[in-house]
């Protein structure tokens, strides 16, 4: 089955573009599909497109400092020995491979942007361990990932169960839908148990014989040679102790800044429980690496040195938000969302919202941004197939189709690169490798996946 697994890395390869050059080509795909699928002019679309260039900033930024602050973490002494203590029990590829799935998985269940930290152990362990093969580890934590949406940073279910929420506000629902309906259901814990069996099995049993180890594959022999951070630390010190240096490698100012900000953490999770987000994780990770790194001048070069490979998100966010911009301002996915719950009836409607939710995210690879444009009328479908049920089953129905949205739009992740922007920076530091070197090991457990999903949508209770 490896050999497998490589015939279809080499077709990505020979095929599929660089990941700018995808969301180029998805942006012009959009485009005509609005021109011809909706009313807009040509002109209408290319302004829809520039108002959605926008729409990723805020969201660009927090990736930024999700991946520099949270690499900063690995970087550290502490984390470095830790890791060392740790391949004396992971040992070979054969372990490592379905270790990284299982902890990715418990990583993403808590929080998707956790994501990085499976990145960054993943990165760490296959500089330690031989024979590995580093684009299938890449391909590993990436996967591992797709869990994010059965877990407690689910963000449809999650809306769902908001006070007040904008489906509330417009009327399409009447209350709030309990995540007892959504991540308490026997749907999602199916689908999380399913995970958790089949993703390290699946991906043990795909993996590749041949090794090419990231020591291996490293662009440049600086890379190994690099001064440690301390070193370069004392390296930056006049030849006079001065005043700049003392305040510079000073650990006092520091120490003082990480505790008004350990304070802050402590009353953040005592007030809220453990309602965790972007910016409380970004937060957690400056904190925790003022401390690990001690001093101003240490965690300036360590926060240098986790900002080499950040170029792809900066510049290439405001394409995909463009894609966005077209797809909401023009109306094309409520024409496609329209389009999709007219053939459904409350057999097939399931299915039909899965499918929705995959197609749409090679446009709106966001669950959030995608549920704002298509979940008013998949609700609205369901209510008017579920008339004269009783409420709770109507409220069931739209459970339902909500999470399969929502499994259909993140599983789709593995056939486009957006979320690889994510990983790439930290596990492609310092070597050549794009997303075409990866998509490949992808392919095989997404077929796996979407037949067992599809199949549990329609069929397991919620």
Same mark, same amino acid.
């Given at each position: 089955?490896?050999? !497998?697994?490589?015939?279809?890395?080499n077709l990505f390869k020979k095929y599929m573009p660089d990941a700018f050059v995808f969301a180029l080509v998805l942006t012009l795909l959009t485009a005509c599909s609005a021109l011809f699928w909706t009313p807009s002019t040509i002109m209408e679309i290319i302004t829809a497109w520039y108002q959605g260039f926008w729409l990723l900033l805020e969201f660009g930024m927090q990736m930024t400092l999700l991946l520099v602050t949270g690499y900063s973490i690995a970087l550290s002494p502490i984390v470095k020995r830790f890791l060392s203590k740790l391949t004396q029990f992971i040992r070979t590829p054969k372990q490592l491979y379905p270790f990284i799935i299982v902890i990715g998985l418990i990583l993403s269940s808590i929080s998707?942007?956790?994501?990085?930290?499976?990145?960054?152990?993943?990165?760490? =362990?296959?500089?330690?361990?031989?024979?590995?093969?580093?684009?299938?580890?890449?391909?590993?934590?990436?996967?591992?990932?797709?869990?994010?949406?059965?877990?407690?940073?689910?963000?449809?279910?999650?809306?769902?169960?908001?006070?007040?929420?904008?489906?509330?506000?417009?009327?399409?629902?009447?209350?709030?839908?309990?995540?007892?309906?959504? /991540?308490?259901?026997? /749907?999602?814990?199916?689908?999380?148990?399913?995970?958790?069996?089949?993703?390290?099995?699946?991906?043990?049993?795909?993996?590749?014989?041949?090794?090419?180890?990231?020591?291996?594959?490293?662009?440049?022999?600086?890379?190994?040679?690099?001064?440690?951070?301390?070193?370069?630390?004392?390296?930056?010190?006049?030849?006079?102790?001065?005043?700049?240096?003392?305040?510079?490698?000073?650990?006092? !100012?520091?120490?003082?800044?990480? /505790?008004?900000?350990?304070?802050?953490?402590?009353?953040?999770?005592?007030?809220?429980?453990?309602?965790?987000?972007?910016?409380?994780?970004?937060?957690?990770?400056?904190?925790?690496?003022?401390?690990?790194?001690?001093?101003?001048?240490?965690?300036?070069?360590?926060?240098?040195?986790?900002?080499?490979?950040?170029?792809?998100?900066?510049?290439?966010?405001?394409?995909?938000?463009?894609?966005?911009?077209?797809?909401?301002?023009?109306?094309?996915?409520?024409?496609?969302?329209?389009?999709?719950?007219?053939?459904?009836?409350?057999?097939?409607?399931?299915?039909?919202?899965?499918?929705?939710?995959?197609?749409?995210?090679?446009?709106?690879?966001?669950?959030?941004?995608?549920?704002?444009?298509?979940?008013?009328?998949?609700?609205?479908?369901?209510?008017?197939?579920?008339?004269? /049920?009783?409420?709770?089953?109507?409220?069931?129905?739209?459970?339902?189709?909500?999470?399969?949205?929502?499994?259909?739009?993140? =599983?789709?992740?593995?056939?486009?690169?957006?979320?690889? !922007?994510?990983?790439?920076?930290?596990?492609?530091?310092?070597?050549?490798?794009?997303?075409?070197?990866?998509?490949?090991?992808?392919?095989?457990?997404?077929?796996?996946?979407?037949?067992?999903?599809?199949?549990?949508?329609?069929?397991?209770?919620?």
């Amino acid at each position: 089955m490896g050999d !497998l697994g490589e015939k279809f890395t080499n077709l990505f390869k020979k095929y599929m573009p660089d990941a700018f050059v995808f969301a180029l080509v998805l942006t012009l795909l959009t485009a005509c599909s609005a021109l011809f699928w909706t009313p807009s002019t040509i002109m209408e679309i290319i302004t829809a497109w520039y108002q959605g260039f926008w729409l990723l900033l805020e969201f660009g930024m927090q990736m930024t400092l999700l991946l520099v602050t949270g690499y900063s973490i690995a970087l550290s002494p502490i984390v470095k020995r830790f890791l060392s203590k740790l391949t004396q029990f992971i040992r070979t590829p054969k372990q490592l491979y379905p270790f990284i799935i299982v902890i990715g998985l418990i990583l993403s269940s808590i929080s998707w942007g956790w994501m990085v930290i499976t990145a960054v152990l993943g990165r760490e =362990l296959a500089l330690r361990i031989k024979g590995v093969n580093y684009p299938y580890l890449i391909a590993c934590v990436y996967f591992s990932g797709t869990i994010w949406v059965n877990g407690l940073s689910s963000t449809i279910p999650l809306l769902l169960n908001t006070e007040n929420n904008y489906l509330i506000e417009a009327g399409i629902l009447s209350d709030t839908i309990p995540t007892t309906y959504t /991540l308490g259901s026997m /749907l999602n814990i199916s689908v999380v148990i399913f995970s958790f069996l089949v993703g390290p099995t699946l991906y043990l049993w795909l993996a590749p014989k041949n090794s090419k180890g990231l020591d291996e594959m490293l662009s440049s022999q600086s890379q190994n040679q690099e001064p440690t951070i301390l070193e370069e630390a004392e390296g930056m010190r006049e030849k006079q102790q001065s005043f700049s240096d003392r305040f510079n490698n000073s650990p006092l !100012l520091q120490y003082l800044i990480g /505790l008004m900000g350990l304070v802050y953490i402590v009353y953040y999770f005592s007030t809220n429980g453990l309602d965790i987000n972007l910016n409380i994780m970004i937060f957690v990770f400056i904190i925790l690496g003022l401390f690990l790194h001690q001093t101003p001048i240490r965690y300036g070069i360590v926060m240098k040195r986790s900002s080499r490979n950040i170029s792809a998100i900066l510049f290439q966010f405001p394409f995909y938000a463009g894609i966005m911009g077209i797809m909401t301002n023009t109306g094309l996915g409520n024409e496609l969302t329209h389009w999709m719950v007219s053939v459904g009836t409350i057999d097939s409607f399931p299915l039909l919202a899965f499918l929705n939710g995959a197609i749409i995210n090679f446009a709106i690879p966001s669950a959030g941004g995608e549920f704002a444009v298509v979940g008013p009328s998949i609700i609205n479908a369901v209510k008017e197939l579920g008339m004269g /049920l009783p409420e709770t089953e109507v409220t069931k129905m739209i459970a339902r189709a909500s999470l399969s949205v929502a499994y259909g739009e993140t =599983l789709t992740n593995s056939l486009q690169p957006f979320y690889l !922007l994510l990983i790439i920076p930290i596990m492609g530091l310092g070597i050549k490798i794009q997303a075409r070197d990866v998509m490949g090991y992808l392919f095989l457990p997404f077929l796996v996946f979407f037949i067992a999903l599809a199949l549990m949508v329609l069929f397991v209770p919620i």
